[in-house]
């Protein structure tokens, strides 16, 4: 992951600090990283649930035959549709288009919603995607997702069942579920930013330690630091969900086909607990 | 405005008041004393979008000149403003709001400054340049069917919107769709406007309760596209050049009305209610 914070750090130039802490300090440096990358894990799932969710809901409240999120991946320079929902929306998911391209990319790239009655007269217009779907919509909307910084994507409703077209009460409602997205969206961002958090602690503490003429920090200083921040961390409701963290990061050092057992395991149990509390979503909550 | 010396009396003194006279009471304005005869000669609308296609037809030859706002290439510099080699929309969006302009104020130069594109997407800085630049020429109608949600752009914004109306330019904001603040449309300097849905031009109303003053037709909207081509489309974007126009018409028959003054006429010659024989 690259870190922001050696882009606007004053001490950008000293950036490797890491490499010169003891072998001790890595290791713990490491499980603090894994930790992290498994809560992200966990959270990011529940952060694409919460946009599935956004699309249900889409749906069903404007009885229309599609709604689905693309969210932009500034890798390719691409749309890409994550979720979908509606008779006519489980084609688009992991389809993706140019950022400018189409009704997608031009929201995208204007931040402005827009709506469309005869979107089938406008023959470029999500042509594209329309080829690969094999549904042409009639009538669409298409809202930005804001967040505080930008523009990070586009909510797309299609076809409303009992209309030829969508009002101005439409546009504005599909704005307030685009927002639900987009707050979503930037909290799972944050949890992606620990790992540049965690490197921008490593290299202030090295440079504090240079700057004060002392050895580098040492295993037993970062991990005071790390308990410092952690206080608190595991005492709420969400203990056992920790649990199950600190369990899933154990099985890391399974050999392969544990690892499958493991895994099968979990799905039927998964599959069990939906089935018997369809509304929960924590472990031993 | 350039107050050197603070005599902020000196207009109101006995010998410098005619010069103070202004507009009729506001009942007696009606849509012919605003605009009657009005074409928009003499008034230049500067657009911030995403460029305008210069030789579309619904542009009907107005585009006079066009700009483009590059971004910083470093983070500490400031956006440049470049003049276009050719007059070029990226995506269709501001061809579609100097189309409405146009068909409103036929007569009316447009100046067409791309903030927009696929370079500088939503970016907060190119839009605060873009209308920097605007009012650096002051352009006496701006319509920005855009806005920021930028925080941090706030005071920015706060004092290019003071400049532009002490510059007694009227800058014509699309009100935005999503949830939350988003400038310069929610300032009490600029007139914000929302769709309405009159299949009608001439149909505006104003709304006594602030930020979103005014309301003009925005939804199923002819508008011009790229590559020469129209659709019909809807959206706040849409019903802000209709104010634009209307703003250039009564600003080309009088020339000399300030921001405030234009605000209160179109608040006077908005379409009466209750709106016979319609939705």
């Known amino acids: 992951m690259k870190d922001r914070g050696a882009d606007r750090g004053r001490r950008g130039g000293r950036a490797g600090g890491a490499d010169r802490l003891d072998r001790a300090g890595l290791e713990l440096l490491r499980a603090i990283a894994l930790r992290a990358e498994t809560a992200r894990r966990l959270v990011g799932e529940s952060g694409e649930a919460v946009l599935r969710a956004i699309v249900d809901a889409t749906v069903a409240l404007f009885q229309a035959e599609a709604a689905s999120i693309a969210l932009h991946d500034p890798a390719t320079d691409r749309l890409v549709f994550r979720v979908a929902a509606g008779a006519q929306g489980a084609g688009v998911v992991g389809l993706s288009v140019g950022s400018s391209e189409g009704l997608v990319g031009y929201v995208y790239t204007t931040g402005q919603s827009i709506a469309q009655s005869d979107v089938q007269r406008d023959a470029r217009f999500g042509r594209s995607i329309a080829e690969q779907t094999r549904y042409t919509p009639r009538s669409l909307i298409a809202v930005p997702l804001v967040d505080e910084q930008r523009t990070i994507g586009v909510l797309e409703i299609l076809d409303k069942r009992d209309s030829t077209s969508f009002s101005i009460r439409d546009i504005e409602l599909a704005g307030i579920f685009a927002h639900q997205a987009a707050v979503a969206i930037s909290a799972s961002r944050i949890e992606r930013d620990v790992g540049s958090l965690l490197g921008a602690t490593v290299r202030s503490l090295v440079a504090q330690a240079e700057d004060a003429g002392g050895p580098l920090p040492d295993a037993a200083a970062v991990e005071r630091l790390v308990a410092s921040a952690a206080i608190g961390l595991g005492a709420d409701d969400e203990f056992r969900l920790w649990e199950l963290v600190e369990q899933v990061a154990r099985v890391r050092s399974a050999d392969p086909a544990q690892l499958d057992l493991v895994i099968d395991l979990l799905n039927v149990l998964a599959l069990h607990a939906e089935r018997r509390h369809p509304r929960r979503t924590r472990a031993g909550g | ?279």
């Open chain 2, 1 to 279: 405005m350039d107050p050197v010396l603070p005599a902020w009396s000196e207009p109101f003194v006995r010998e410098r008041r005619a010069a103070l006279a202004r507009l009729p009471p506001l009942d007696q304005i009606t849509r012919e004393w605003a605009w009657d005869g009005a074409d928009g000669s003499g008034v230049t609308v500067a657009i911030l979008d995403s460029g305008v296609e210069g030789d579309h037809p619904a542009v009907g030859g107005r585009l006079v000149a066009s700009y483009r706002v590059e971004p910083a290439a470093e983070p500490e510099a400031e956006p440049v403003v470049l003049e276009e080699e050719a007059a070029v929309d990226v995506v269709g969006h501001g061809t579609a709001c100097a189309g409405i302009i146009h068909a409103i104020a036929p007569a009316a130069d447009l100046v067409s400054i791309r903030v927009l594109g696929p370079e500088n997407r939503g970016r907060g800085t190119v839009f605060a340049a873009g209308l920097d630049f605007a009012i650096e020429r002051r352009y006496p109608i701006v319509n920005l069917s855009l806005s920021s949600k930028s925080e941090a752009l706030y005071g920015a914004f706060h004092d290019l919107a003071d400049r532009a109306y002490f510059a007694g330019m009227l800058l014509v904001c699309a009100a935005n769709n999503l949830p939350g603040a988003s400038y310069p449309s929610l300032f009490s300097s600029v007139v914000s406007v929302a769709a309405h849905d009159v299949a009608d031009p001439w149909t505006f109303f104003h709304n006594p309760a602030p930020p979103v003053e005014f309301g003009a037709y925005g939804l199923d909207v002819p508008i011009a596209w790229r590559d020469g081509t129209s659709i019909a489309a809807s959206g706040n974007s849409f019903a802000a050049p209709h104010i634009a126009g209307i703003a250039a018409l009564i600003r080309s028959r009088h020339p000399s009305v300030r921001p405030f003054e234009l605000k209160a006429i179109l608040a006077a010659t908005a379409t009466p209610l209750p709106l016979a024989g319609r939705a």
